[in-house]
C-alpha cells in the first residue's frame, strides 16, 4: 500500500478532521478561483496519481496548431471540481436534492480524467484504450487515490467509481458530470477557448448554474434561461469544428498514431532499437498494469520521440523527426464514396515511388453530433436537457428552441487525406510524381 506524502494513515475521517481549517484556494485563469474546505479532495489533489495529470496534456496534440493550448488535464479537473462544487451548492434545500450525495458528487468530478493517457484522445486512438476504464481501476487499485477515499469508508471508492462508469443508482449525481449539460462540458470549452485563444467556446455559465434545478433523476434548466442554453450549444459546436477537429491537428495524430504503428512493427520483426521501447511493450501485448499505466506521460513520449529521431530504420527516424519539428503531413478534403478509386491508385503509386504507404498515406475521419434528444456514447444514453416550464412541467430543449431544433441529430462528417508533400517535392521520379500530384490537386489545392 502506498504512503501518502508527510501523512499519518488513518482508518476513517472523523467529524472534526473532514473540513480543513481554512478554505484552501487555487488562482485559475477561468474560474478566477476554484476552493477546497474538505480534508479528502485536498488529499486527493496531493496523490502521485492525481499529480500526474499535470503531465498530461489536455488537448492532446492541439499545441501544434494552437501554440497557447499547452494546458493539462490537472487545470481541467480542478474547473469541473469547482463547477460540482458551485451546483451543490445552489442545490442546498431543494427537496430533491439529497446532500449526503455532495461528497462522492465531487470526488466523482474531481477524478472522472484520472485515467488519462498521453495526448489524452489521441493516445486511446492509438492503443484502443479506454480511459473511463483506467480511471475505475486507479480509483479501485491499490493506489493512493484508493487509500485517501476509503477513509471515508470501505464502499466509498467504489461509489465514486459507479459515478464516473455512469452505474451509480442516484443518476441525478451522473448527470453532474456526464450528460449533455454537464459541467466536464461546461469546464473544457471555457479552459480550451481560452488556452487556444479563440472565442468559441465563450457562454454564459454564471447564467447557466442560476438557473439548473435538480429534478428526480436529472438536472433541468428553468425555461427563463434557454437562450443561454442555446448558447453553450453552439460554443460546443464551434469548438468542435474550429478547434477539436482542425485539420493541422489532425495531421499530428496521424503522426502519433503511425510512430507506434511503426514501433510495433519493428518489435515484432525483432528490430534492435537503440533505445528500446520499454515503456510501451505491455500496451503493445494488450496487457497493461495500472502501474505501468501511471508510468506513462508525455514526457516519456517526448523523450522515446527524441531519441528514435537517431534510429537506423527510416520510416521510425523519418516519423518522429516530423512530430517533434512540427514538419506535419499535408493534406486534402476527401470523399471516400466518390475517391475510393483515386486512393487506390495513389497507394499503387506510392509504392511506385519507394514511400510506404502504410506510413505515409492516411484518411481520417472526424464527426460530431452537437445534440441530439438521446446521445447515446460507449453503450451508454445521456437524456436530452430538459426545461422545466412555469406550470412545473418538463419539455424538451429542441420542442422550445427552434435553433437546438435545426441542429438536433444531425450528425457532420469530414474526411481528409494525408500524405507527405515535402517527399514528393523532392522525389527523382519527376513522372510518377505528376500523375501523384495530379490525383491529390484535382479536387482541390493541397493545404
Given at each position: 500500500m502506498y504512503k501518502l506524502r508527510?501523512?499519518?494513515?488513518?482508518?476513517?475521517?472523523?467529524?472534526?478532521?473532514?473540513?480543513?481549517?481554512?478554505?484552501?484556494?487555487?488562482?485559475?485563469?477561468?474560474?478566477?478561483?476554484?476552493?477546497?474546505?474538505?480534508?479528502v479532495i485536498w488529499d486527493l489533489i496531493a496523490t502521485r496519481e492525481f499529480q500526474r495529470l499535470r503531465r498530461i496534456n489536455q488537448l492532446g496534440t492541439t499545441y501544434l496548431t494552437f501554440h497557447g493550448a499547452e494546458h493539462s488535464r490537472f487545470n481541467h479537473s480542478l474547473g469541473v471540481y469547482e463547477i460540482v462544487r458551485r451546483m451543490v451548492k445552489n442545490f442546498t434545500g431543494n427537496p430533491n436534492w439529497n446532500k449526503e450525495e455532495r461528497l462522492v458528487s465531487l470526488c466523482a468530478a474531481l477524478l472522472h480524467d484520472l485515467g488519462h493517457g498521453p495526448f489524452s484522445?489521441?493516445?486511446?486512438?492509438?492503443?484502443?484504450?479506454?480511459?473511463?476504464?483506467?480511471?475505475?481501476?486507479?480509483?479501485?487499485?491499490?493506489?493512493?487515490?484508493?487509500?485517501?477515499?476509503?477513509?471515508?469508508s470501505d464502499d466509498f471508492p467504489q461509489k465514486v467509481a459507479s459515478v464516473i462508469n455512469l452505474e451509480y443508482e442516484n443518476k441525478l449525481v451522473e448527470s453532474l458530470i456526464s450528460s449533455q449539460i454537464d459541467a466536464d462540458r461546461m469546464d473544457y470549452l471555457q479552459r480550451d477557448s481560452f488556452y487556444t485563444g479563440v472565442s468559441y467556446g465563450l457562454f454564459d455559465m454564471e447564467r447557466i448554474l442560476r438557473v439548473m434545478r435538480p429534478f428526480k433523476n436529472e438536472v433541468v434548466i428553468k425555461s427563463t434561461g434557454m437562450h443561454a442554453v442555446e448558447d453553450y450549444i453552439m460554443s460546443r459546436y464551434q469548438m468542435y469544428w474550429q478547434v477539436y477537429f482542425h485539420p493541422v491537428t489532425r495531421s499530428a495524430e496521424v503522426l502519433l498514431m503511425k510512430i507506434f504503428k511503426r514501433v510495433k512493427k519493428l518489435c515484432e520483426n525483432g528490430y534492435e532499437f537503440q533505445l528500446e521501447p520499454v515503456h510501451f511493450t505491455a500496451l503493445f501485448a494488450g496487457d497493461v498494469s495500472v502501474e505501468q499505466y501511471?508510468?506513462?506521460?508525455?514526457?516519456?513520449?517526448?523523450?522515446?520521440?527524441?531519441?528514435?529521431?537517431?534510429?537506423?530504420?527510416?520510416?521510425?527516424?523519418?516519423?518522429?523527426?516530423?512530430?517533434?519539428?512540427?514538419?506535419?503531413?499535408?493534406?486534402?478534403?476527401?470523399?471516400?464514396?466518390?475517391?475510393?478509386?483515386?486512393?487506390e491508385r495513389l497507394q499503387q503509386l506510392f509504392k511506385e515511388a519507394g514511400i510506404d504507404p502504410a506510413y505515409y498515406l492516411a484518411i481520417d475521419k472526424s464527426s460530431d453530433l452537437p445534440y441530439d434528444v438521446y446521445e447515446k456514447s460507449n453503450g451508454k444514453q445521456n437524456v436530452a436537457i430538459q426545461l422545466l416550464m412555469p406550470d412545473g412541467s418538463l419539455k424538451e430543449l429542441s420542442e422550445e428552441s427552434a435553433l437546438v431544433d435545426a441542429i438536433s441529430g444531425k450528425r457532420r462528417k469530414d474526411y481528409k487525406l494525408y500524405f507527405p508533400l515535402d517527399l514528393l517535392e523532392n522525389h527523382e521520379d519527376e513522372k510518377l510524381i505528376q500523375e501523384i500530384m495530379h490525383i491529390l490537386t484535382k479536387y482541390e489545392d493541397v493545404s
Open positions: 508527510q501523512k499519518k494513515r488513518v482508518d476513517r475521517m472523523d467529524n472534526e478532521k473532514s473540513e480543513l481549517g481554512e478554505v484552501k484556494v487555487f488562482k485559475d485563469p477561468v474560474h478566477k478561483y476554484i476552493r477546497v474546505k474538505d480534508q484522445h489521441s493516445f486511446e486512438k492509438v492503443f484502443e484504450l479506454d480511459h473511463e476504464k483506467y480511471t475505475q481501476k486507479i480509483i479501485l487499485g491499490d493506489t493512493e487515490v484508493n487509500e485517501v477515499l476509503r477513509r471515508i501511471l508510468r506513462l506521460d508525455e514526457t516519456i513520449v517526448h523523450y522515446y520521440f527524441q531519441q528514435w529521431q537517431k534510429e537506423n530504420d527510416f520510416i521510425l527516424r523519418d516519423l518522429c523527426s516530423r512530430f517533434i519539428n512540427r514538419r506535419l503531413f499535408k493534406y486534402i478534403h476527401f470523399v471516400p464514396e466518390k475517391q475510393a478509386a483515386d486512393y
